[in-house]
């Protein structure tokens, strides 16, 4: 095959928080790169899934849920959602089968008004609907906008991933291949890991810690034995969800550890030691010099 013929582009997954935009990139990836949650706006930072195969590679950008502000962390992850409209080949924009047209979209729709950008509607999780109910969702959006494609699937059974993953080959350009064929991911693994920490401490907290939780790696290092020694700090907003992290007798904290541990374990294909501490930075979410030492820089956007 000649270099002429591969084919290979950019494609921003945006959409209203909560839609199963990483549980799709984790699906055609193949592997955990986003964190999942059923509590909206997990995603913060824009997380970039490599999918490489003989003729084709598909740079997926899963954004931050777009969704109106409410502090300096939010106006961070909107600016970070909507700069990536300019930058891509390709846009899917994901919805929610159960949850029907919103003003969300409509806020999201707006925007999409502004580029020239090719959009595909990917209508997801259309596992937990009545078939029957597919159509009026199709009408209720395309009458909005001119769709170059609608794709109903379901991210978490892999229902039309395929064809989905056909239209956009057919639709990128020709042209090179940005990442070695084994690359899934253009974060480094201290990214990754921190990411699954938080995923372990959403999950076991529920409802009772927002999103008022990042993670900061303190070491990492691999030693002679083969083994990999990580050190983390979980940042938290207020003394009363420090105690809710660690938990009666330090249970929480140790269940979140064992957890995290697994998974860092199956993407290192290491042994792995995990030391977790946890600290109150009150309101870091508002402060500028909070956000930038937890990773959030918009310079880099």
């Not at 995603?43 to 997926?60: C, H, L, P, S, W």
């Amino acid at each position: 095959m000649s270099n002429n013929e591969f084919k290979s582009g950019f494609v921003s997954i945006i959409g209203r928080p909560n839609v199963g935009k990483s549980t799709f990139l984790n699906r055609v990836i193949g592997q955990k790169i986003a964190i999942m949650s059923d509590k909206p706006q997990t995603t913060r930072n824009k997380i970039q899934g490599v999918y490489t195969e003989d003729q084709a590679q598909i740079v997926f950008i899963d954004t931050p849920g777009i969704h109106k502000p409410k502090h300096k962390l939010g106006d961070f992850m909107m600016k970070v959602a909507q700069n990536t409209l300019k930058e891509v080949d390709l846009i899917l924009f994901m919805i929610n089968a159960t949850e029907g047209l919103g003003r969300g979209d409509e806020f999201i729709i707006e925007r999409l008004k502004d580029t020239k950008t090719p959009v595909f509607l990917v209508i997801n999780k259309i596992d937990e609907i009545h078939p029957d109910e597919l159509f009026s969702i199709i009408t209720n959006y395309k009458d909005l906008y001119p769709f170059a494609e609608i794709v109903p699937i379901s991210a978490l059974q892999g229902n039309n991933v395929e064809r989905l993953l056909d239209q956009i080959k057919q639709r990128l350009p020709e042209g090179p291949q940005y990442y070695p064929a084994d690359q899934v991911t253009d974060h480094p693994e201290r990214f990754i890991i921190t990411e699954l920490i938080r995923e372990k401490v959403l999950h076991a907290t529920r409802e009772e810690i927002p999103h008022s939780i990042a993670v900061v790696m303190d070491s990492m290092q691999r030693r002679d034995n083969g083994a990999v020694y990580v050190g983390a700090t979980i940042i938290v907003e207020r003394d009363s969800q420090k105690g809710i992290v660690i938990g009666k007798q330090g249970k929480m904290l140790k269940e979140v550890g064992r957890k995290a541990r697994a998974d860092i374990e199956a993407l290192l294909g290491s042994k792995v030691f995990l030391e977790l501490w946890v600290k109150v930075q009150k309101d870091w979410r508002n402060r500028a010099s909070h956000l930038r030492d937890f990773g959030f820089r918009e310079d880099e956007y």
